[in-house]
C-alpha cells in the first residue's frame, strides 16, 4: 500500500522544469505540465537527470553551441535556403513543399532573456531611444507578433537578445563593450545564421548587432558585420533586381519593414568608411527610383499608404519625416566618398554640384523641429579631403571657409538649441561623433574653429561616452593630435 507521500512523488518529476527554470521562478514540478506554464500558456519541458548534468552553460558565460531544432535532421534532405541557391525555380513554380516547424529555443538562451517583463523592458527601451533615429523595426508587428512565439522561433529570440544587447549601457569597470551578452549575442546569431532558419528577423538582429559593435568602436568587426548583413539582405531579394523573393510579402506594413532594414544598412555601409573613403561598399549606390520610408509615426501605427511613398528623386520639402532625411544624406554620403577617393575629384564641377546638394540637404535638415546632425557628416567628409590638403589652392581655401561656416552653424543650431549638447546620452545616436571629432581636430590643427565650441564638444564626449564607448575612443584620439601637433 503507497503512502500519501510517495503517490505525491508519483504525480511530480525530479527536476524543475527548464521554462520556470530559464525565467528563475519556483515550479511546482507537476506533472504533465507544471502550474506556472499553464498559467502563462508556456511550453513545459522537463530535463531527464543525465541531460541536466550534461547541461553545462550558465548565463553568465558566451553562449556555444546552439541546438536550433535541425541538427539531428538527415544532412541530405532539402531545406528553403538550399534550394533557394541551386534551383530557386522549383519554388517559384511550388513543386516542392518546405515545412517551416517550430524549434525550441535553447534553455540558457531563455535564461540571459529573462522573463517576460525583462523582454518588454528591454522592448520598451528600444523603441523609446534608438527607435527615434533608426526605426527599421515595425512596432505593430513586433509587440502583435514576436513577442508571443519568441520561446518557439529561435529568430525571434536572436532579435529579442540583440534588442537587449543595444539598449544595454556598457560597464564601467573594466571599460570594456565585450561583454559576456555581447558573445553571447554573437554567437547565437552565427549559429542561427548558418542553420536553415531564413528570416528577416535575423537580418535585423544582425544590423542591431553591427549598430553595437559600430557605436562601440569594436573594429573590424563592425565592418565586416555590416558587410553579413548585405549579403543576407542580397540572399532575400531585398533591392536586388530579378532574384526570387525568398516570402511572399502580403501587406504594405511588412514591405515598408523590407525596405527600412536595407536602408539601415545603406546607412552603416556608408558611415564605417566615412573616416577612410576607397573602401569598397557591401551595398549597390541607391537609385532615383528606390523608395524612401515612408512617415515614421504612421508606420509605428501599422499605416503605410502606396500614395504617401516618394522616391529618391522627389524634392527635399517637409513631408519628409527625419529618417527619410537619413536616408537622402546617406546616398549623398555615398557619393562624396566615391567622388573624395576617385581620380575624378580634381573635378570641380563635380564637387560644386555636391556642394549645392549637400547644402540643400543641411537647410532641409536644420528646418526641422529638432535639427538633425547626420547631414552635416556628409558635408565635413566632402571638405576634409581638401581642408587637409597642403597646397593652397583655391579649393582648399573654399574648404578652410565652409569648415568655419560649419563651426557657426553646429553653435548656433546644435549648442544653443541644445540638439546635440545636454541631451540624454541613450538617445543619442552615434553619427555625430564623427563629424565632432574632426571639428575638434580641425580646430587643434589649424586654429581652425571656436575654442568654446570646442570645449563643449570635449565635454559631449565625455557625457556620450556613457553610452557609446566610441565617444571615449575619440577623446583619446584628440588627446593623441594634441601631442602630434605640440611636436
Same mark, same amino acid.
Given at each position: 500500500?503507497?503512502?500519501?507521500?510517495?503517490?505525491?512523488?508519483?504525480?511530480?518529476?525530479?527536476?524543475?522544469?527548464?521554462?520556470?527554470?530559464?525565467?528563475?521562478?519556483?515550479?511546482?514540478?507537476?506533472?504533465?505540465?507544471?502550474?506556472?506554464? #499553464?498559467? %502563462?500558456?508556456?511550453?513545459?519541458?522537463?530535463?531527464?537527470?543525465?541531460?541536466?548534468?550534461?547541461?553545462?552553460?550558465?548565463?553568465?558565460?558566451?553562449?556555444?553551441?546552439?541546438?536550433?531544432?535541425?541538427?539531428?535532421?538527415?544532412? &541530405?534532405?532539402?531545406?528553403?535556403?538550399?534550394?533557394?541557391?541551386?534551383?530557386? @525555380?522549383?519554388?517559384?513554380?511550388?513543386?516542392?513543399?518546405?515545412?517551416?516547424?517550430?524549434?525550441?529555443?535553447?534553455?540558457?538562451?531563455? &535564461?540571459?532573456? @529573462?522573463?517576460?517583463?525583462?523582454?518588454?523592458?528591454?522592448?520598451?527601451?528600444?523603441?523609446?531611444?534608438?527607435?527615434?533615429?533608426?526605426?527599421?523595426?515595425?512596432?505593430? %508587428?513586433?509587440?502583435?507578433?514576436?513577442?508571443?512565439?519568441?520561446?518557439?522561433?529561435?529568430?525571434?529570440?536572436?532579435?529579442?537578445?540583440?534588442?537587449?544587447?543595444?539598449?544595454?549601457?556598457?560597464?564601467?569597470?573594466?571599460?570594456?563593450?565585450?561583454?559576456?551578452?555581447?558573445?553571447?549575442?554573437?554567437?547565437?546569431?552565427?549559429?542561427?545564421?548558418?542553420?536553415?532558419?531564413?528570416?528577416?528577423?535575423?537580418?535585423?538582429?544582425?544590423?542591431?548587432?553591427?549598430?553595437?559593435?559600430?557605436?562601440?568602436? #569594436?573594429?573590424?568587426?563592425?565592418?565586416?558585420? #555590416?558587410?553579413?548583413?548585405?549579403?543576407?539582405?542580397?540572399?532575400?531579394? $531585398?533591392?536586388?533586381?530579378?532574384?526570387?523573393?525568398?516570402?511572399?510579402?502580403?501587406?504594405?506594413?511588412?514591405?515598408?519593414?523590407?525596405?527600412?532594414?536595407?536602408?539601415?544598412?545603406?546607412?552603416?555601409?556608408?558611415?564605417?568608411?566615412?573616416?577612410?573613403?576607397?573602401?569598397?561598399?557591401?551595398?549597390?549606390?541607391?537609385?532615383?527610383?528606390?523608395?524612401?520610408?515612408?512617415?515614421?509615426?504612421?508606420?509605428?501605427?501599422?499605416?503605410?499608404?502606396?500614395?504617401?511613398?516618394?522616391?529618391?528623386?522627389?524634392?527635399?520639402?517637409?513631408?519628409?519625416?527625419?529618417?527619410?532625411?537619413?536616408?537622402?544624406?546617406?546616398?549623398?554620403?555615398?557619393?562624396?566618398?566615391?567622388?573624395?577617393?576617385?581620380?575624378?575629384?580634381?573635378?570641380?564641377?563635380?564637387?560644386?554640384?555636391?556642394?549645392?546638394?549637400?547644402?540643400?540637404?543641411?537647410?532641409?535638415?536644420?528646418?526641422?523641429?529638432?535639427?538633425?546632425?547626420? &547631414? #552635416?557628416?556628409?558635408?565635413?567628409?566632402?571638405?576634409?579631403?581638401?581642408?587637409?590638403?597642403?597646397?593652397?589652392?583655391? %579649393?582648399?581655401?573654399?574648404?578652410?571657409?565652409?569648415?568655419?561656416?560649419?563651426?557657426?552653424?553646429?553653435?548656433?543650431?546644435?549648442?544653443?538649441?541644445?540638439?546635440?549638447?545636454?541631451?540624454?546620452?541613450?538617445?543619442?545616436?552615434?553619427?555625430?561623433?564623427?563629424?565632432?571629432?574632426?571639428?575638434?581636430?580641425?580646430?587643434?590643427?589649424?586654429?581652425?574653429?571656436?575654442?568654446?565650441?570646442?570645449?563643449?564638444?570635449?565635454?559631449?564626449?565625455?557625457? $556620450?561616452?556613457?553610452?557609446?564607448?566610441?565617444?571615449?575612443?575619440?577623446?583619446?584620439?584628440?588627446?593623441? %593630435?594634441?601631442?602630434?601637433?605640440?611636436?
Amino acid at each position: 500500500m503507497r503512502t500519501p507521500s510517495s503517490d505525491s512523488s508519483l504525480d511530480q518529476a525530479q527536476q524543475v522544469c527548464t521554462s520556470c527554470k530559464a525565467r528563475k521562478r519556483k515550479c511546482d514540478k507537476a506533472l504533465p505540465e507544471c502550474s506556472p506554464c #499553464i498559467k %502563462r500558456s508556456l511550453k513545459c519541458e522537463y530535463l531527464t537527470p543525465e541531460q541536466s548534468r550534461n547541461s553545462t552553460s550558465t548565463p553568465d558565460q558566451p553562449w556555444h553551441g546552439i541546438v536550433t531544432g535541425n541538427d539531428r535532421a538527415d544532412v &541530405q534532405s532539402l531545406d528553403f535556403p538550399t534550394m533557394l541557391f541551386l534551383d530557386p @525555380g522549383i519554388l517559384q513554380h511550388g513543386q516542392v513543399s518546405i515545412p517551416c516547424a517550430a524549434a525550441p529555443v535553447p534553455a540558457p538562451i531563455l &535564461q540571459v532573456l @529573462g522573463d517576460m517583463d525583462e523582454i518588454r523592458a528591454a522592448a520598451s527601451k528600444f523603441f523609446e531611444h534608438i527607435h527615434l533615429w533608426m526605426p527599421f523595426i515595425s512596432k505593430k %508587428r513586433f509587440y502583435e507578433l514576436h513577442l508571443q512565439s519568441f520561446q518557439t522561433q529561435p529568430d525571434i529570440a536572436l532579435l529579442l537578445l540583440s534588442l537587449k544587447l543595444i539598449t544595454t549601457l556598457p560597464p564601467r569597470s573594466p571599460r570594456n563593450p565585450r561583454t559576456s551578452l555581447y558573445y553571447t549575442a554573437k554567437h547565437f546569431y552565427l549559429e542561427i545564421e548558418g542553420s536553415s532558419i531564413f528570416s528577416i528577423p535575423i537580418l535585423q538582429a544582425g544590423v542591431l548587432i553591427a549598430l553595437y559593435e559600430l557605436g562601440h568602436a #569594436i573594429y573590424p568587426s563592425a565592418y565586416l558585420s #555590416i558587410g553579413a548583413c548585405a549579403r543576407y539582405a542580397h540572399a532575400h531579394g $531585398i533591392n536586388v533586381v530579378g532574384t526570387l523573393n525568398t516570402r511572399r510579402v502580403v501587406t504594405l506594413v511588412e514591405a515598408e519593414e523590407r525596405r527600412r532594414v536595407w536602408w539601415a544598412i545603406v546607412i552603416l555601409d556608408r558611415f564605417v568608411s566615412t573616416s577612410c573613403p576607397g573602401r569598397p561598399f557591401a551595398t549597390a549606390d541607391p537609385s532615383l527610383s528606390d523608395l524612401l520610408p515612408a512617415d515614421d509615426a504612421a508606420w509605428d501605427r501599422g499605416i503605410v499608404r502606396s500614395e504617401d511613398s516618394f522616391n529618391l528623386s522627389s524634392p527635399m520639402t517637409a513631408h519628409m519625416s527625419k529618417f527619410a532625411l537619413l536616408c537622402q544624406a546617406a546616398r549623398l554620403l555615398g557619393q562624396v566618398l566615391r567622388h573624395v577617393s576617385s581620380k575624378s575629384a580634381i573635378q570641380d564641377d563635380v564637387w560644386m554640384q555636391l556642394d549645392r546638394t549637400l547644402h540643400s540637404m543641411l537647410a532641409a535638415s536644420l528646418d526641422m523641429d529638432e535639427p538633425d546632425y547626420d &547631414q #552635416i557628416t556628409a558635408l565635413v567628409a566632402l571638405y576634409m579631403p581638401s581642408f587637409y590638403a597642403a597646397d593652397d589652392t583655391n %579649393r582648399s581655401q573654399r574648404a578652410r571657409v565652409v569648415i568655419q561656416q560649419i563651426n557657426e552653424t553646429v553653435s548656433t543650431n546644435l549648442v544653443e538649441q541644445k540638439c546635440f549638447i545636454g541631451r540624454d546620452p541613450e538617445s543619442v545616436s552615434p553619427w555625430g561623433l564623427f563629424f565632432a571629432y574632426h571639428l575638434c581636430g580641425a580646430h587643434i590643427r589649424y586654429g581652425q574653429g571656436i575654442p568654446e565650441l570646442v570645449a563643449i564638444l570635449k565635454e559631449t564626449f565625455r557625457s $556620450i561616452d556613457s553610452r557609446w564607448n566610441a565617444a571615449g575612443v575619440y577623446l583619446q584620439l584628440l588627446e593623441a %593630435r594634441q601631442v602630434m601637433n605640440q611636436s
